[in-house]
């Protein structure tokens, strides 16, 4: 089974400063890894994924994250945060090669509330 | 514009009674999935399908139950069974049961009187 821990509850900086929100994860097998925002009474929206490849994802609003196999993380980063990126940030995991009853399960981290003050 | 749809927003429900709340989606995705969101605590996979016909238990089912009569719609009934149905209910939905990325609706919220 896989498992996935955001290490920081809450998050607060100022606009324009930089940002780092943390995710690591527990699993025996390799995994597919993302991030999902979520605005306020909003569903969740798909940041950024890691599948393969390149280790460093990006999305199109200035978000990246690295997937560090070594150290089970895959933490993300903003290097200028705006008044509109505060939101709730999940971090999640799946393992698409377990066997058994694996379905693709997406395992949830707890939830990052990331605020950006003026 | 394809997408997931949930209803409704809002919903209100007395204790003992059961209520049901939609998902439908225009993707022509197998795959659709059911979570719970309670503060602090992330989400809960509740039930999931990969295909008509066909669901299975996720970690927390007890109290709730679904169908998958379409392909495009999978309703879920939170019935009088289960103890703490106030949440915020999440729908998604993945083009296969595996690998692929899963898309969220934008959620109902229930509160229980």
């Known amino acids: 089974a896989q498992s996935v821990t955001q290490l920081d509850s809450q998050v607060p900086v100022f606009e324009e400063a930089p940002v780092e929100l943390r995710c690591n994860y527990s699993?025996?097998?390799?995994?597919?890894l993302f991030w999902y925002v979520q605005y306020p009474n909003q569903g969740l929206q798909l940041l950024l994924k890691?599948?393969?490849?390149?280790?460093l994802v990006e999305s199109i609003n200035g978000f990246e994250a690295e997937f560090n196999k070594s150290q089970t993380s895959f933490h993300l980063r903003k290097p200028s945060v705006h008044i509109s990126d505060t939101a709730e940030y999940f971090c999640a995991v799946t393992a698409p090669g377990a066997g058994g009853t694996s379905y693709g399960k997406l395992t949830f981290g707890q939830g990052t509330i990331l605020t950006v003050h003026p | 514009d394809g997408g997931i749809t949930q209803s409704p927003k809002y919903l209100f429900r007395k204790e003992g009674q059961n209520v049901t709340l939609s998902c439908e989606q225009n993707?022509?995705?197998?795959?659709m999935y059911w979570y719970r969101q309670d503060p602090g605590q992330g989400l809960r996979l509740i039930y999931y399908?990969?295909?008509?016909?066909?669901?299975q238990k996720g970690d927390i089912a007890e109290g709730y139950s679904v169908s998958r009569e379409k392909k495009e719609s999978f309703p879920l009934t939170v019935t009088s069974a289960q103890k703490n149905p106030t949440a915020f209910y999440l729908c998604?939905?993945?083009?296969?049961?595996?690998?692929?990325?899963?898309?969220f609706g934008p959620g109902t919220r229930l509160t229980v009187l």
């Open positions: 998604a939905s993945s083009l296969t049961r595996t690998t692929d990325t899963q898309y």
């Open positions: 399908s990969q295909i008509v016909n066909d669901f």
């Open positions: 890691y599948l393969s490849g390149s280790t």
């Open positions: 699993s025996s097998v390799s995994v597919y």
């Open positions: 993707l022509n995705h197998d795959a």
